[in-house]
C-alpha cells in the first residue's frame, strides 16, 4: 500500500458515512411533512418553519431540503437509496431530482433507471447532463411544456437574516439568472489578503 491510501480510503468511507447520514436526515423530512399533511393533503405551511427553528437553518433552506426530501421519498425512491448506501452523494442526488422535477412519476422513474448505474462514477455536472439527454430520450415533446412550466414556477424569495443582512434566492431562466449575477451594481464578494 502506497502512502495515503489508507488517508484516501478513510475519506472514503466518511464519504459515504455523509451520504447515508443525508439520507437518512431525508427519509426523517419526509416522514415529518406526512405527519403535518392537512385533510386536504396539502403540507402544512408551519413544516419548513419548524425544522428551520430545530436545525438553526432559514426557512428558504429547510424548504428545499423538505422539497429533496419528498421528491426523494414519492418520486425517486431508487436515487434515494442510492444515497442511503453510500454510492452517490447529495450533489448528484439533487442533480437528478431537479432534472426531472417537471417530469411525471412515470418519467422521472425512467430517467431515473437511466442515469443512476453510471451515476457512482460520474461527477454532479456530468450527471446533471446525462440527466438532460435522458429527460430528452425519454420525453422528447414535453421540452416546450417543461420550460413553460419551469417559468410559471420562477420565484424569488427574500428572507431577512441578522445584523442587516438578507438571504436572496431565486430561480429563473437561465438568461434572466447570468444577467442578475452579472450585474455590475452587484456587490462582489471581498477576498482578504494579508499585506507582506
Known amino acids: 500500500m502506497f502512502e495515503g491510501d489508507a488517508?484516501?480510503?478513510?475519506?472514503?468511507?466518511?464519504e459515504r458515512v455523509i451520504a447515508h447520514a443525508k439520507a437518512e436526515q431525508l427519509k426523517a423530512f419526509a416522514q415529518l411533512a406526512e405527519l403535518r399533511?392537512?385533510?386536504n393533503g396539502q403540507l402544512s405551511d408551519y413544516t419548513a418553519d419548524e425544522l428551520a427553528v430545530a436545525l438553526s437553518i432559514s426557512g428558504v433552506a429547510?424548504?428545499?431540503r423538505l422539497d429533496l426530501a419528498l421528491d426523494l421519498t414519492e418520486r425517486l425512491?431508487?436515487?434515494l437509496a442510492a444515497l442511503e448506501r453510500g454510492e452517490i452523494d447529495l450533489l448528484r442526488a439533487r442533480a437528478i431530482?431537479?432534472?426531472?422535477?417537471?417530469?411525471?412519476?412515470?418519467?422521472?422513474a425512467q430517467v431515473?433507471?437511466?442515469?443512476?448505474?453510471?451515476a457512482t462514477d460520474q461527477t454532479a455536472p456530468q450527471l446533471r447532463q446525462a440527466v438532460k439527454r435522458a429527460v430528452l430520450r425519454i420525453d422528447p415533446d414535453?421540452?416546450?411544456?417543461?420550460?413553460?412550466?419551469?417559468?410559471?414556477?420562477?420565484r424569488v424569495v427574500l428572507s431577512p437574516a441578522e445584523d442587516g443582512i438578507a438571504e436572496l434566492w431565486a430561480y429563473l431562466p437561465a438568461h434572466h439568472a447570468a444577467a442578475v449575477y452579472a450585474n455590475p451594481a452587484r456587490p462582489r464578494p471581498t477576498s482578504h489578503h494579508h499585506g507582506r
Open 7 to 14: 488517508i484516501i480510503e478513510a475519506a472514503q468511507h466518511w
Open 37 to 39: 399533511r392537512l385533510p
Open 62 to 64: 429547510a424548504g428545499h
Open 97 to 108: 431530482v431537479e432534472g426531472t422535477r417537471a417530469l411525471s412519476v412515470e418519467h422521472a
Open 112 to 118: 431515473e433507471a437511466r442515469v443512476l448505474d453510471k
Open 77 to 79: 425512491p431508487a436515487t
Open 142 to 154: 414535453g421540452a416546450q411544456t417543461r420550460h413553460q412550466r419551469e417559468r410559471q414556477d420562477r
